[in-house]
């Protein structure tokens, strides 16, 4: 089990964070109290932490629900998201891309591409606009864990 330190770093506090939610040590909805025992920190420390997570998680589920798709469908959308706004800012200002690694490494672009079609078609179906899903899913994949 990882210990939350008052670092003041948000971004150590976050995949602690995130860590436990997928663990499932932690459910969004959990008593501050309960969380922190579960998660091993003091409630101050965890309070931080909701704060700078809360808006990322809720947008993050929502998108999630809407879609319909399960964590590993959603994840793979989002690694397709960032490679369409790397291409399109290649595009506009010249810079080169960041060289995917990782998982997004071993995620084909075929695939890629049928994913984030998919996917974004089924939330333009349900009423979402084009600019309110690329500003959700821009949001989430700056502050994904």
Partial sequence: MHTVRA??????MAR???????????????????A???IGCDIATLGR??????RVLSCRETLRTYL???RRAFEELLVAQAAAVERHDYRRTGRRPRTPRG????IGSAT???????????????GWTCGQVTRALLDIDRETV
């Fill in 7 to 12: 670092t003041g770093r948000g971004d150590v």
């Fill in 16 to 34: 602690t964070l995130g860590q436990a939610l997928r663990e499932r040590r932690i459910r969004l909805g959990d008593t501050q109290e309960s």
């Fill in 36 to 38: 922190a025992e579960k």
């Fill in 49 to 54: 932490w909701e704060r700078h997570r809360a």
């Fill in 68 to 70: 319909g798709c399960s």
């Fill in 103 to 106: 998982r997004s490494a071993s």
């Fill in 112 to 126: 890629r591409g049928e994913v984030a079609v998919l996917d974004l078609d089924g939330l333009r179906a349900r």
